[in-house]
Nanobody, 123 residues
Framework: EVQLVESGGGSVPAGGSLRLSCAAS????????IGWFRQAPGKEREGVSC????????YYADSVKGRFTISRDNDSPTVYLQMNSLKPGDTALYLC????????????????WGQGTQGTVSS
């Protein structure tokens, strides 16, 4: 059974940090790029960051560049998203997803999705 399980969300004040984890099982992790997405109430799901299947090539949305860092451990197998200097606008449900490509893909192409972990940033 394919599973992606997110954890690490919580409530922090503006300027704080959260470290999200995405634990994978049930598929050949090394063959998949992994993306982090977020969805706030009333807004469309947006891509935040993703990392290539070999972990060498990250991507960041402009809104998080310089504040978020993505990494992966193919032995675990887990993908991490370190989020620093958080802003109230970062408040959202954060989801990870997997696509069997080397690198990031458009949202509809992602094959497997987790249920998400909530991150809330207070002003």
């Amino acid at each position: 059974e394919v599973q992606l399980v997110e954890s690490g969300g919580g409530s922090v004040p503006a300027g704080g940090s959260l470290r999200l984890s995405c634990a994978a099982s049930g598929f050949t992790f090394d063959d998949y790029a992994i993306g982090w997405f977020r969805q706030a109430p009333g807004k469309e799901r947006e891509g935040v960051s993703c990392i290539s299947s070999d972990g060498r090539t990250p991507y960041y949305a402009d809104s998080v560049k310089g504040r978020f860092t993505i990494s992966r451990d193919n032995d675990s197998p887990t993908v991490y998203l370190q989020m620093n200097s958080l802003k109230p606008g970062d408040t959202a449900l954060y989801l990870c997803a997997a696509v069997r490509h080397y690198y990031c893909s458009p949202i509809p192409v992602y094959e497997y999705w987790g249920q998400g972990t909530q991150g809330t940033v207070s002003s």
